[in-house]
């Protein structure tokens, strides 16, 4: 099987999907490297050893201020009642989704996707695994949310993450699984191609596959990947924007629409929680299913 990376993919995409010396891990204070190709070499044995909060530390100051304003401004405005309602729900959800996965998984609908029934075993677990971990976190509550050390994070519930991600199975056989991805990088060459300035670029070369170069830009004596510098500006103001908008005259209208839609979801936990046989999943699935098609459809749904 041959691996085939983007720059984005090796060090931005990769380390922020979890959300944004070796062997680090909470409470260590690992030093970035004043070079392109030692923050480079540093970020990427980090990642490997499944320790998100790197990317942290490698972030400009500017940067890391301003996630710590966009994640208290978010806490600060959100509704107490939708955020604590939401939460509640999905750790509800998580308790029926571990007693009644053998229910689930044994059903019809589930056999029909003709899914290896050990790959949807693995994305089952992993998936509650990790739902649970954001839920037992810090994120998970608004007062600990808006004072939240996200390099603590990172080191805790991130590399918790990172373990359970890279569990899943590839896609298709054609594809590298997301452990396959970070692993491959242990193998990685880090090298200094060019340097002018505040620019640079370094080549990142695993076994097997083409070499990759990196465009970095220095931001504040941090060496970045350009193309995160160059997204960064709009992705905080649209971060911006959309928290502004649980201020906003629509507001009170998606409140409701929030909470109606929470109920909706629990009631459909509740109804999983009370049932003890497939049959039963089966008809609750296929009723909504049918449900979704009569209405996409312009049908008028009855019931019965």
Request: net charge negative.
């Amino acid at each position: 099987m041959r691996f085939h990376f983007s720059a984005s993919t090796k060090l931005v995409v990769l380390a922020l999907s979890v959300g944004i010396g070796c062997g680090g891990g909470p409470g260590s204070q690992l030093t970035i490297p004043d070079s392109p190709e030692g923050t480079v070499e540093v970020v990427v044995n980090e990642l490997v050893q499944h320790q998100p909060e790197i990317v942290w530390r490698a972030l400009p100051p500017s940067y890391q201020q301003d996630v710590a304003d966009l994640t208290r401004d978010f806490a600060d405005t959100v509704d107490p009642a939708v955020f604590d309602r939401a939460v509640a729900v999905a750790r509800k959800g998580v308790v029926v989704l571990q007693g009644k996965k053998d229910l689930i998984l044994g059903s019809a609908i589930i056999e029909r996707s003709q899914v290896d029934a050990e790959t949807v075993d693995i994305y089952w677990e992993t998936a509650v695994h990790m739902l649970d971990a954001l839920l037992a976190s810090d994120v998970a509550e608004l007062s600990t949310l808006r004072e939240l050390d996200v390099e603590a994070f990172l080191a805790t519930t991130g590399s918790d993450l990172m373990d359970h991600a890279s569990q899943l199975p590839a896609e298709n056989d054609d594809m590298e699984s997301f452990g396959q991805r970070v692993a491959a990088l242990e193998e990685a060459n880090v090298n200094l191609k060019s340097e002018d300035g505040d620019q640079a670029v370094v080549m990142l070369e695993v076994p097997d596959q083409d070499p990759t170069g990196l465009r970095l830009i220095r931001v504040e004596d941090r060496w970045i990947p350009a193309e995160l510098e160059a997204q960064w500006p709009r992705a905080v103001a649209e971060a911006r924007a959309k928290i502004e908008l649980l201020n906003g005259e629509e507001a009170a209208q998606t409140r409701v629409r929030v909470l109606f839609g929470i109920g909706i979801v629990e009631g459909f936990i509740d109804q999983i929680d009370q049932m003890e046989t497939s049959d039963e999943i089966d008809a609750l699935i296929g009723g909504i299913i049918g449900n979704i098609m009569a209405t996409q459809g312009g049908a008028k749904v009855t019931e019965g």
